[in-house]
Structures are given as structure tokens and as C-alpha cells.
């Protein structure tokens, strides 16, 4: 069994500030980890792996920086990575990233089970994995909240809904997106840190795959960001509660009562 | 000439209409003006009446595709059904929750009609025929407006509770049409079972008791919990406490989580990161408690008290009881 785990490298941190001048993301300075809820999808992959010997191969598409989530993919215990970068992908949004990755795919052939964390914690779409399976006329279940092989070639994975729990059954191949419910993931160890060095990474760039150069980058994508700005929040008037906590409450609760709230 | 067509693709929650909907009907109405019709898309059963739930809230249509399989279909077969409407019909935009099953329909429907999609909006305006989405990214951190100037239909998934549902005289007039339904192999719904004890969300509360990093010891949750009770409301967390087994992403108020508007909500030790003030700001009261004068939190609050949360919680129960 081959499994593909899809991953994207993220800022560590979302404090992300607006340039005043610019009113570009300010990005300076902060270093790319791969996206948390990846990590989970690769634990589910690894897991598979401990299980029933699949091979996990990670594919990622971005900047050459993003080799540094695949080799920590691969510490924690994949067999190889796939890093797509080319500055034609560069500016894509979910529908262009969605269509370099499913090439990439098809070139890779024959994976079983290609695994998404369920977004990405800085953009927040989670589109890629559904536009991935479209592409690929797979079948997909979205945020896994727990996946077993039930058959040679078949997954059960039980899918929350806002207030329903569904079981769906997929003959692979096909697309799962999981819930950072599913598990934990492992940290690398030293000797797979060692390891991860030795592992296959290859880089394949525009050439490298069949592309339609419509469909790519920016000028692939129908979505246009045309404005970045901090969100403001609304102030009111403060009537501050005051004297002993006793006191303060009781002034809560004449206020809340005046408001019909109790 | 007649109008382009505004459309709220219709959810179903069991066997209900998920709330999202109403909400987005009420909004499209809004957008719509007298520029767009608003048409609501419904796939139900042959025996279904989900479009009774959809009326009260006046949009110009609903357009009503019955089919016994489209209660237990797959997402690859609900975006088939959508994508043979839109060929037919060809509206402007087109509107979703950004439910799970909403974010997981939406962008295959998007890859099948090559167009785009913004996830999760906060905000929607029309500024001629382009709609204008307000996305949140980083953790609602940052707001981005995003179009889809060249390509249509313009795709939009619209976070829960984001608008309020409110009805409203129209025509809301009933019509049926048909598309093929093409079964998709390798995948079978085999179960679905309600989810106990998830009957009031954060979301759907409207009066939340919330907890942030000054107010999560077991006792403070312990004395929310009773508050919440006599309140006949919810306990919501900013993110630190998502962090305790007890709570999930699901009692996580903003941060690409629950946008609310509840009558009340009560702060406690919640200092105001900008994404939890934007998730809770539509709230009608709020009040907060922080032992920090200078904490954000003051900033959007109707009443606030200047001290230790434990000893207020303590002084509010003991006046409830």
C-alpha cells in the first residue's frame, strides 16, 4: 500500500502583522514549520505504516524552504518527499494549488490513500483536499475523525458532522482529510532525525510535470485578494463594576436584570 | 432581461434544515437588493418538505430537486447535482455554510466548474455584479477582501452564525427541476447516528459564560459550569483552554471557530486577543472580568470588574443562589 500525505509549511506563528506603509502581511521573521494539522494526517499515514507495512511518501508545493517540513516529515518517519516548487506556482490560490498537486500526483502514481490535514491554520480553507479528489475523480471523506483499514483495499473512517456521526466505507484509492482528533503525533527521534537525511526528497519544477500553464499561479487563479487589513474591533461604553467582588456582582446582576437578561 | 441569480445552496441536518441556511437566505435577500433574484437550492427526498422550512424567510425561489438518494449522498454526488443546476441556470454567486459538509461540497463543485471559492467569509457585499468576501486568515489575525473578478459563478462559503436569520415577506415561490443523479462508486454512507449532548453549541447559545488563560483552574470551570446553568447558557473558551482535555476547537469562540452573537456573554480572565473580541463582538451584552486594567477585553465590553476572577465568580453565584 502507498500512502501520499499532503502538507503545507506555515508561519510559526499567526501574529502576523499589517506593514503600515504597504498594507502588505508582514512575514519578516518568522520561521516556517510544517502546518500542525498536517502532522496529524502524517501520524494517521505512519501509523498505517507500523500497521501494515504501506510506504508514506509527503508532497508538498511551495518555496525550496518548504524541504524542511518534508525532512521533518521524514524524521518523524516517512520514506520520501516530494517538494513542487517553480515560480510559475508561485501566487496560486486553493484551485491552482489544488491542480499542480493532482499532476503531481498522477505522476507519482498508483497511491492508495492520499491524506490532508484539515486546513491549514494560516489561511483556514481547507479546499485543497476536496479540489484534489475532484481532479483525481476520487472519493473523499473530509475531517476523519478516525480511519481503519476494514479490507485489503478498503478504509472505514467515521466522519462528525456539527451534531451527526456518519461511517462512510471508501474502496481505495481516495482522499481523507482528518480531524486533529484522530491522534497524536509522534516527535521525531534522533536516530529518524539521522535517518531523514538519507531519505529520498526529490524537487520536481515546472518542467518536470504536464501542466496546462493557464491553470497556474497567479494568473491561474480565480481568486483576487484585494485588500489586507487587521480587524478592528467595535468599542462601547465601559460602566465599570465596582467596590468588593460582592458589591460588583450585585451591580451585575441590577444591570442584568434592568437588561431582561435574568 | 432577467435578473442574475443569487443562490444559498439548502443544508440539511437530519431532518432539518441546518440553521446556516436561514441565515444565508436573510443575507442574500440583503445583497440582492433589486439587482439579483435569491434562490434557494434544495436536493431532498421524494417525500421531503425541508422548502417549508425555507419559505418563512422570502426568497424570490426555491427550486426543489428531489431525489430519494440525496439524503445519504456523498459529497462527489451532491457537487455533481449542483454542477448540472449551475450549467443550466448560470447564477452570479453562489452561497454556502462553511459547515463541514458545506467546506467539503463547495470546493469540488468548485474544481468541477473551475471557478473560485472563498472559504469561511465573514462579510459580503456586491459592488456592482463582483461579490466582495471578507475572509478571515491567521487565526482571524488578518482579514482579507477577496473577489473572483473574471470567473462565475463567484463561490462563497459563509461561516455559521455569522448573520442572523430573520423572516421576511417574499414570494418564495416553489419550483421543481430535475438533473440526473450519477452514483458514485467506492464510498457509501453507512451510518449516520445524532451526536448526543451537542444539542446547544456555543454558537447557538444566547447566553455563554466565557473562560480564558486567568480563569482556568478546575474550581473556575467547576463554578462556569453552575453559572452557565442558571443562566440556561454555555460555557465558551478562548484558545488556551482548548488546550484541557474538556474542551475542543468545537468550545472555541473566534480563532476559525465559533463567530457568536448571544444575548450575554461574561468574560472571565479573558485579556482580548483581536480574534476572539471579532468572534464575539456582536454580542448584545458584555461583560467582562480581569484582574488587568489595560486588558483589550475593556475595550468592547458594556460593564467591566477590575479584579480577580475566582472572587467575583464566587460573589455572582452566591447572589444567583
Not at chain 2, 425541508?50 to 430519494?68: A, H, Q, S
Request: proline content about 6%; aromatic content about 6%; some cysteine.
Amino acid at each position: 500500500m502507498k500512502i501520499v500525505v499532503c502538507i503545507k509549511q506555515v508561519p510559526e506563528t499567526n501574529n502576523v502583522k499589517i506593514d503600515p506603509v504597504t498594507h502588505n502581511l508582514d512575514r519578516r521573521g518568522l520561521a516556517g514549520v510544517m502546518n500542525p494539522f498536517d502532522k496529524n494526517a502524517v501520524e494517521l499515514a505512519l501509523n498505517l505504516k507500523d500497521t501494515t507495512g504501506a510506504e508514506v511518501a509527503l508532497l508538498t508545493m511551495g518555496p525550496d524552504d518548504y524541504a524542511e517540513s518534508v525532512r521533518e516529515g521524514m524524521a518523524m518517519g516517512a520514506d520520501s518527499g516530494y517538494l513542487l516548487s517553480d515560480r510559475a506556482f508561485a501566487g496560486a490560490d486553493t484551485l491552482a494549488t489544488g491542480y499542480v498537486i493532482a499532476q503531481a500526483l498522477k505522476k507519482i502514481g498508483d497511491a492508495d490513500l492520499i491524506l490532508f490535514g484539515r486546513q491549514a491554520v494560516d489561511a483556514d480553507t481547507g479546499q485543497v483536499g476536496p479540489i484534489v479528489a475532484e481532479f483525481l475523480n476520487q472519493p473523499q471523506i473530509t475531517y476523519a475523525a478516525s480511519l481503519r483499514m476494514s479490507g485489503p483495499n478498503e478504509v472505514t473512517a467515521e466522519r462528525l458532522l456539527e451534531d451527526t456521526k456518519q461511517t462512510l466505507v471508501a474502496q481505495l484509492p481516495a482522499v481523507v482529510s482528518v480531524r486533529s482528533e484522530l491522534n497524536t503525533p509522534r516527535y521525531p527521534t534522533p536516530r529518524n532525525i539521522q535517518l531523514s537525511f538519507e531519505k529520498p526528497l526529490t524537487v520536481w519544477h515546472h518542467d518536470d510535470l504536464d501542466l496546462d500553464d493557464t491553470r497556474l499561479g497567479q494568473s491561474g487563479s480565480p481568486t483576487v485578494v484585494t485588500k489586507v487589513y487587521a480587524p478592528k474591533p467595535v468599542k462601547r461604553e465601559l460602566t465599570p463594576l465596582t467596590g468588593t467582588p460582592s458589591e460588583a456582582a450585585s451591580q451585575l446582576i441590577k444591570a442584568l436584570k434592568e437588561r431582561q437578561l435574568i | 432581461m432577467s435578473k442574475p441569480e443569487l443562490w444559498v445552496i439548502a443544508e440539511r441536518r437530519l431532518d432539518h434544515i441546518e440553521p446556516t441556511t436561514q441565515q444565508l437566505i436573510t443575507k442574500a435577500r440583503d445583497l440582492a437588493g433589486d439587482s439579483f433574484k435569491t434562490v434557494v437550492i434544495l436536493l431532498e427526498a421524494a417525500t421531503d418538505h425541508l422548502e417549508d422550512e425555507l419559505k418563512p424567510y422570502g426568497p424570490d425561489e426555491i427550486r426543489v430537486v428531489r431525489d430519494d438518494r440525496f439524503p445519504t449522498a456523498t459529497d462527489a454526488e451532491h457537487a455533481d447535482a449542483l454542477q448540472q443546476l449551475v450549467e443550466t441556470y448560470h447564477p452570479n454567486g453562489v452561497l454556502f455554510g462553511a459547515t463541514i459538509t458545506g467546506r467539503s461540497i463547495a470546493p469540488r463543485l468548485q474544481a468541477k466548474l473551475q471557478t473560485g471559492l472563498t472559504a469561511d467569509a465573514l462579510g459580503l457585499r456586491y459592488d456592482g455584479e463582483t461579490l466582495i468576501a471578507v475572509k478571515p486568515s491567521y487565526g482571524d489575525n488578518i482579514m482579507c477582501e477577496i473577489t473572483i473578478p473574471e470567473r462565475r459563478p463567484q463561490m462563497v462559503t459563509v461561516r455559521p452564525n455569522t448573520f442572523v436569520a430573520e423572516e421576511a415577506a417574499g414570494p418564495a415561490e416553489i419550483t421543481t427541476t430535475t438533473v440526473t443523479f450519477h452514483p458514485v462508486a467506492r464510498l457509501q454512507v453507512t451510518a449516520a447516528t445524532p451526536v448526543v449532548n451537542t444539542a446547544t453549541t456555543v454558537g447557538d447559545a444566547s447566553r455563554v459564560v466565557a473562560l480564558g488563560r486567568g480563569a482556568a483552574s478546575a474550581a473556575m470551570v467547576n463554578h462556569a459550569t453552575q453559572l452557565a446553568e442558571k443562566l440556561g447558557g454555555r460555557i465558551g473558551v478562548s484558545r488556551p483552554l482548548t488546550d484541557q482535555d474538556r474542551f475542543t476547537h468545537d468550545d472555541q469562540i473566534g480563532q476559525s471557530g465559533n463567530t457568536i452573537h448571544p444575548e450575554l456573554i461574561i468574560n472571565f480572565g479573558i485579556s482580548g486577543a483581536v480574534q476572539f473580541l471579532v468572534g464575539m463582538q456582536d454580542a448584545k451584552t458584555i461583560v467582562a472580568v480581569n484582574s488587568d486594567p489595560n486588558a483589550p477585553i475593556f475595550d468592547v465590553a458594556d460593564y467591566g470588574y477590575v479584579g480577580d476572577a475566582q472572587a467575583f465568580m464566587t460573589a455572582l453565584l452566591a447572589q444567583f443562589n
